[in-house]
């Protein structure tokens, strides 16, 4: 499988960089290539190791990805799970996972990372003093 060549990868690190000067929120992508028992329990095993529970406003959101076992999972953070709807992540996921049926998967991702930080952008606006607590490359094993 020929997928997420280094220009792949910097597209997606491109969107995280744009979707998050409207966001203090902060995205992170992880691709497990390998097989994984269990792809949610590893998705939250994977936001801790990258440190994605320790933002100041905890407002981190990991788009986790186990291209073997087809999982897709978008996991926000406490903060962000305190202030949106139930649901939100919802219509994001539909429409990364349409792309992905079609083989898209940068495409999905990308857009994907465009409409979470749109939304997030509502509850957590991309402030002055901004930093970037979390790195935008995405993680792969
Ligand atoms: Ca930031
Ligand atoms: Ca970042």
């Known amino acids: 499988m020929g997928l997420f060549t280094r220009q792949d990868k910097e597209r997606i690190t491109a969107a995280i960089a744009q979707a998050e000067r ?11 290539r390998r097989g994984e028992a ?3 329990r590893r998705a939250a095993e994977v936001f801790t190791q990258l440190g994605m529970d ?3 406003a905890r407002n981190g959101v990991l788009f986790y990805l186990a291209m073997a076992e087809r ?9 962000i799970n305190a202030q949106v709807p139930e649901g939100f ?6 429409t990364v996972l349409a ?10 991702l990308v857009e994907g990372i465009g ?7 509502v509850y957590f606006p991309y402030q002055w ?3 970037d607590e979390l790195s935008n490359e995405v993680s792969l094993h």
Request: charged letters at 35%.
């Open 22 to 32: 409207k966001t203090s929120g902060e995205i992170r992508v992880h691709i497990d």
């Open 38 to 40: 269990d792809p949610l």
């Open 54 to 56: 320790r933002t100041k």
């Open 71 to 79: 999982q897709f999972v978008i996991l926000g953070d406490e903060g």
């Open 89 to 94: 992540w919802t219509g994001i996921r539909d």
């Open 99 to 108: 792309r992905f049926k079609a083989g898209l998967f940068v495409e999905g």
């Open 115 to 121: 409409l979470a930080g749109e939304a997030l952008a």
């Open 129 to 131: 003093d901004d930093t």
